[in-house]
């Protein structure tokens, strides 16, 4: 903690202890509550970024011993992943090495663990992910879940004589708990929705469940949260008081009911959330319900938002870092609308109404805050929550609790509740799934329209307001909205000034961002694997729609690799393009491009995007693959950029041939290194001849090819290049500013979990 936060707290608490003046005490308690608050999350922060893995210690093998802390999942590439508690580094002397790990095991005997304690040889490196001004941050999420490193396992040994504290007892217990739903209920039909409402184990859901889920909005409903622990505590409440009832009257005071009550819900609710993991929205909605019920049962007359920040505050107490999750945000945010819907009203609300106030409420209210997070609100989400809350609250949850009781009780039960379960959730799935391929739009900033519809539908229910014509007259203003995606209009790209380039940071892959005034050029769409990771869907797409960018003028994708041209069908589902130009066109004709968007083959020729001037070019051979690189050149005035794709030194000759003279002193040249800066580009005649200001690399960070190759960085070197290389800078953009070329890495803005003194991003060696 820094000296001078010590001096802060001390002089806020003393000034606390000096004021005599309540109009002076209770600022001064202000300001010390939040310094103290500071001085906690500081230390906090600081014992977790304390934890750090040598550089020379990345990439080679290692023994560590500890405990398997969480449920392992199957994962992408016949992989098994889970996180790995360690309790000791044998043969390693260094102090402050991580003590969790998220480790991956490949291969078919990673299915299964040996053991809960064991040895691990493992091949680990230190945080990292791609850094741009929006999209997931995987760096975010490490840091939240406390891993300090990540890796892969080699072997694993059981070590029964490791010493096991109380976590680890948990842990076990809830893995053991984990294997025995899987062997009671696996046969079920829709057993990850079992799992996952039963015991909070969600890794036996598939990419089909997440998809439905998010086109619905109904995420919420398989992740614990205060939902299901509200439904638990009324269930434990009613129980409670009924038995404590049928007591003689003078055997318990009311006190006496009322605490038993409360305990008894407290009991339920805190074995159901150990249960289901303990994780970190299952503590926070522990204490949401359990702040909540002990102001309901006390029967005090306090007002509901002191009950409100109470539980804001504990829950920052006991975890400092809980603003970097968005389920937070939301949580509270939902809890706030409904308190500001509902509180004050004189008179009864029937439960139909109370329903669909408390959906469009919660719909409306929390739109703002999704579109904070980059996310939309899904309009079909209305009516899926309408539907499937009051379904699983009053049967779905039920069902599998009081099921899940029963066959532990009587295991030969089981061949009645499975189908009962599956009756139940069949249903609601279906529902889900029909939802989910109502073509309906996205309430986000674009759609501020349908805001003003579901206002008036709330107002309706809200306040005694004539209803139809409000409705009518929000249906007009949708329809005429200029630019809401239901006029002829169609979308505008946000204006912007100076001609700008943004290399957007995909890892090993390439995605290039051209745009001036309201035109936009997009080159390359971003890595994919089908199934398991697209970078159009956490990084590229978060970022155009962060931008403002509501369609694509031009397209142009390189050639067909998947590391270039992965996502091309995701996009064009998104976003209208206006053309599409490929160096290999014959690649794109399939399902992911639609018929109505035609492709075009690059050829050479010029053109304009603003007021950038656009080369294109291919190599006129016969060729394929990296050689068939779409090469585009992207010049403004005295500032010029060659995304030249992965063509090879071959290649590299037949450009420069068609070039002419390229030395040219009074030109700012930027070159994005052709392959990721692969040993079979950037030859000699391609550095000298461009002799590049500046070189950018776009390789992942410590990535198996080791791109980029040394003999690559010393030719750029030594002709005085200013190299960037996108695993150590991030996102990197250039504007052509009338003062000259403005180049800014994210990584100066990225957060001190990220680019603090010490870590990845200040160690990372760009060339």
């Known amino acids: 903690m820094s000296w001078w936060l010590v001096a802060a707290l001390v002089t806020a608490f003393y000034s606390v202890l000096v004021a005599k003046s309540p109009a002076l005490r209770k600022p001064a308690l202000v300001v010390a509550a939040l ?82 304690r064991l040895t691990l040889t493992v091949v680990l490196r230190r945080p990292h992910g791609t850094l741009n001004p929006s999209g997931f941050r995987y760096e975010d999420w490490l840091f939240r879940k406390g891993y300090r490193a990540t890796g892969s396992v080699r072997s694993a040994e059981p070590t029964l004589t490791l010493p096991c504290n109380l976590h680890c007892r948990y842990t076990a217990a809830h893995q053991s708990l984990a294997r025995w739903v899987e062997g009671r209920f696996s046969s079920a039909s829709h057993y990850p929705l079992i799992a996952s409402l039963m015991i909070g184990n969600r890794g036996a859901m598939e990419s089909s469940h997440w998809e439905v889920l998010k086109a619905t909005g109904t995420i919420h409903l398989v992740a614990i949260s205060g939902l299901h622990l509200g439904l638990v505590a009324l269930g434990a409440g009613f129980v409670a008081r009924r038995a404590l009832l049928a007591f003689p009257g003078h055997r318990f005071s009311e006190a006496s009911l009322r605490w038993g009550v409360f305990t008894l819900v407290g009991v339920c609710c805190l074995a159901y959330a150990l249960a289901s993991g303990f994780t970190v929205p299952t503590r926070r909605a522990l204490i949401m319900v359990m702040i909540a019920t002990w102001a309901l049962i006390g029967g005090r007359e306090t007002s509901p938002w002191r009950s409100v920040a109470l539980a804001f505050a504990t829950v920052l107490f006991l975890d400092p870092f809980a603003p970097l999750d968005q389920g937070f945000w ?234 270039h041209a992965g996502g091309v069908g995701l996009l064009l589902r998104s976003l209208p393009v206006g053309r599409v130009i490929a160096g290999e066109p014959e690649t794109l004709e399939g399902p992911e491009v639609p018929a109505r968007v035609p492709v075009e083959s690059c050829q050479q020729k010029r053109t304009r995007l603003g007021a950038l001037e656009l080369a294109f070019w291919r190599n006129p051979g016969d060729v394929a693959g990296n050689d068939a690189s779409c090469v585009l050149v992207v010049r403004h005035k005295a500032t010029e950029w060659i995304l030249p794709g992965d063509i090879t030194d071959a290649v590299e000759a037949s450009f420069l041939e068609t070039l002419g003279s390229a030395s040219d002193p009074s030109l700012h040249r930027v070159v994005l290194a052709p392959h990721h800066g692969s040993k079979t580009s950037s030859s000699s005649a391609w550095v000298n001849s461009l002799a590049p200001d500046h070189v950018i690399y776009t390789a992942g960070y410590r990535h198996r090819y080791g791109h980029p190759h040394p003999d690559v960085v010393a030719r750029y070197r030594q002709i005085g290049a200013v190299a960037l290389n996108t695993a150590c800078s991030g996102g990197i953009t250039f504007r052509a500013a009338p003062g000259g070329l403005e180049v800014h890495e994210m990584r100066h803005d990225s957060p001190f979990w990220i680019g603090g003194a010490g870590l990845t991003r200040d160690q990372c060696k760009i060339p």
């Not at 078919?108 to 053991?115: C, S």
């Not at 329209?449 to 409705?471: C, E, I, K, N």
């Open 35 to 116: 310094t103290a608050g500071l001085a906690w999350g500081g230390w906090q922060a600081g014992h977790k970024l304390s934890q750090r893995l040598p550089p020379d210690l990345e990439r080679i093998p290692l023994a560590v011993e500890g405990y398997v802390c969480d449920i392992p999942a199957a994962g992408s590439f016949n992989s098994l992943r889970f996180s790995f508690c360690i309790t000791d580094w044998p043969r390693r002397s260094e102090s402050g090495l991580p003590e969790r790990l998220r480790l991956s095991w490949y291969g078919g005997e990673a299915q299964t663990l040996a053991h809960h």
């Open 330 to 563: 939301l949580s509270f945010s939902a809890v706030a609308i409904l308190l500001v819907t509902f509180s004050g009203r004189l008179g009864a609300v029937g439960w139909h109404t109370g329903l669909v106030l408390a959906q469009m409420a919660v719909f409306i209210g929390l739109w703002p805050v999704l579109a904070q997070f980059g996310q939309g609100q899904p309009v079909a989400g209305l009516v899926a929550n309408l539907i499937a809350i009051p379904w699983v609250s009053v049967i779905v949850m039920p069902v599998i609790i009081i099921g899940g009781m029963v066959v532990a009780l009587v295991p030969a039960l089981v061949d009645l509740v499975v189908p009962l379960m599956d009756a139940v959730l069949a249903g609601l799935w279906w529902l889900l799934v029909g939802l989910s391929n109502w073509q309906v739009p996205v309430l986000s900033s674009a759609t501020l329209p349908l805001l003003l519809v579901a206002t008036s539908g709330l107002l309706a229910l809200r306040l005694p307001l004539p209803w139809f014509p409000a409705l009518v007259f929000s249906a007009v203003v949708l329809w005429l909205w200029p630019g809401s995606g239901y006029v002829s209009g169609g979308p505008v790209n946000r204006y912007v000034p100076v001609p700008e380039v943004r290399i957007l940071d995909v890892g090993q892959g390439l995605s290039v961002l051209v745009r001036h005034r309201r035109e936009v050029l997009l080159y390359d769409t971003g890595p994919a694997v089908p199934g398991v990771f697209s970078a159009m869907e956490s990084t590229v797409l978060p970022n155009l729609k962060d931008l403002g960018v509501r369609q694509i003028d031009q397209l142009v994708i390189s050639h067909s690799d998947s590391d």
